[in-house]
Nanobody, 114 residues
Framework: QVQLMESGGGLVQTGGSLRLSCVASGIIFSINPMRWYRQAPGKQRELVAAITSGGSTDYADSVKGRFIISRDNAKNTVYLQMNSLKPEDTAVYYC????????WGQGTQVTVSS
């Protein structure tokens, strides 16, 4: 069974940084692309960042230049380094393995105060 466990969220001021982590189990992590999504209150879940099994990355325009996605295959973990945070980044952040897209973790709350 696929399990995804996100952590690292919290309350931070505008301009601050956070590093999110997501530990995956039940998949062969090293061969799976991974993605980070977020969902703000009253809004649809949106794709934030993606990383292929080979380490190529892609970002939503809204976070490009501020967020960095990375992975550690030895730890079955994908990270999201978030810098220069803005109030509009406030959301619950989720990781997902698109090849097993039905599985989601509980998410981690990120709140950016102005």
């Amino acid at each position: 069974q696929v399990q995804l466990m996100e952590s690292g969220g919290g309350l931070v001021q505008t301009g601050g940084s956070l590093r999110l982590s997501c530990v995956a189990s039940g998949i062969i992590f090293s061969i799976n692309p991974m993605r980070w999504y977020r969902q703000a209150p009253g809004k649809q879940r949106e794709l934030v960042a993606a990383i292929t099994s080979g380490g190529s990355t892609d970002y939503a325009d809204s976070v490009k230049g501020r967020f960095i996605i990375s992975r550690d295959n030895a730890k079955n973990t994908v990270y999201l380094q978030m810098n220069s945070l803005k109030p509009e980044d406030t959301a619950v952040y989720y990781c997902n393995a698109p090849r097993r897209s039905a599985y989601w973790g509980q998410g981690t709350q990120v709140t950016v105060s102005s």
